[in-house]
Nanobody
Framework: QVQLVESGGGLVQAGGSLRLSCAASGRTFSIVAMGWFRQAPGKEREFVAA????????YYADSVKGRFTISRDNAKNTVYLQMNSLKPEDTAVYYCAAAFRRTYDLGREVSYDRWGQGTQVTVSS
């Protein structure tokens, strides 16, 4: 099995930066792609970014495009989300997820098979 643990969340002022990490353990050789989702209180979970494990393809939600960058370090079995120019509307619990099967739409929750516990990101005005 695969376990995912997010870290790096915290409180930051608007316009600031934060880098989230998601460390995978277990049967990591089976990972095809990883993604980041977020969920604000009272809102449904939404897609943020995704990356194929080869690093050849990346995907971003329109709301974060140009501000967030997803990357991975296969040797460390870790995916990162660099968040710049943060806005109060970015406040949410951020979750990483792993996909074990190839899919044409990494923006859908159903494409992923394992989820982390989440890390809180709070952006103040």
């Amino acid at each position: 099995q695969v376990q995912l643990v997010e870290s790096g969340g915290g409180l930051v002022q608007a316009g600031g930066s934060l880098r989230l990490s998601c460390a995978a353990s277990g049967r990591t050789f089976s990972i095809v792609a990883m993604g980041w989702f977020r969920q604000a209180p009272g809102k449904e979970r939404e897609f943020v970014a995704a990356i194929s494990w080869t690093g050849r393809s990346t995907y971003y939600a329109d709301s974060v495009k140009g501000r967030f960058t997803i990357s991975r370090d296969n040797a460390k079995n870790t995916v990162y989300l660099q968040m710049n120019s943060l806005k109060p509307e970015d406040t949410a619990v951020y979750y990483c997820a792993a996909a074990f099967r190839r899919t044409y739409d990494l923006g859908r929750e159903v494409s992923y098979d394992r989820w982390g516990q989440g890390t809180q990101v709070t952006v103040s005005s």
